[in-house]
């Protein structure tokens, strides 16, 4: 589970919610939900919990590990599903897979400076919707992506066709493990390996940093399908609900 250094987090006993920034097209989150007694009453008590937030919706990601009965509680309140997730691994101790070449002349950087950190972030708008962040918070994420990609701990990668911004992916690297998250590509662009290309790249800079497994959640519509391409497993689906608190 990820959230942003600038997110608003609240732990309760059992759960914890994440209120993203605004430029955020999400905006209020369930990152983990441990109820300990009835299941009803601990739903209720998140959703209570939420309302003071002031925002329509809730969403809310049922996970492979979650109470059973959780989904039929979310659609009994209003919940219905916005989205659905393929929860999905490679093993990388054998070769990082080789992809069928792209279409189009990619060019790919590290956003570790402030003018390709905000190149990914207008993409992500591009893709995802939203805001494009403060410049301030672009610079703090060049930042710390400068201190972690040599490192070995991932970071932006942005990809460029003839000096245009037209993908961005995530990536960090944690215990071993390669953690994919948020790559996108304009719809302009889509068609023609790029998302392919950035998976790659990301696949190929964690082997180099020693992970032995990459995870990624991927959209069973768009990207799981590549990504399942690209050698990754499922390890089953998650959706996510939104669930109305007005």
Do not use: C
């Not at 059992?14 to 939900?33: C, G, K, N, Q």
């Not at 916005?82 to 992809?99: C, I």
Request: proline residues 7%; aromatic residues 6%.
């Amino acid at each position: 589970m990820w959230a942003p250094d600038d997110a608003e987090v609240v732990e309760g006993d059992e759960f914890t919610i994440v209120r993203l920034p605004e430029h955020f097209a999400w905006d209020l989150s369930v990152l983990a939900f441990t109820p300990a007694g009835p299941l009803g009453p601990a739903v209720d008590a998140v959703i209570e919990r939420a309302r003071a937030f002031e925002v329509p919706v809730l969403d809310w990601e049922v996970g492979l590990g979650a109470p059973a009965g959780l989904a039929a509680e979310l659609t009994a309140r209003g919940g219905q599903v916005k989205l659905t997730v393929d929860v999905l691994a490679r093993d990388l101790s054998q070769d990082v897979p080789a992809l069928p070449p792209t279409t189009a002349d990619i060019t790919m950087r590290w956003a570790t400076d402030f003018e390709t950190a905000r190149d990914g972030s207008a993409v992500a708008v591009t893709g995802f919707g939203g805001a494009l962040p403060p410049d301030e918070r672009i610079e703090a994420a060049a930042a710390k992506h400068a201190a972690a990609v040599p490192a070995g701990g991932g970071g932006m990668l942005v990809a460029y066709v003839d000096g245009t911004p037209v993908g961005f992916g995530g990536l960090s690297l944690v215990d071993g493990v390669a953690r994919l998250s948020g790559a996108v590509v304009t719809p302009s662009e889509r068609g023609r390996g790029i998302y392919r290309a950035l998976i790659d790249a990301r696949l190929s800079y964690a082997a180099t940093h020693g992970a032995t497994m990459a995870l990624v959640k991927g959209n069973v519509v768009t990207s799981a399908p590549i990504l399942r391409k690209a050698g990754f497993t499922s390890f089953g689906q998650e959706p996510i609900y939104a669930v109305p608190l007005r």
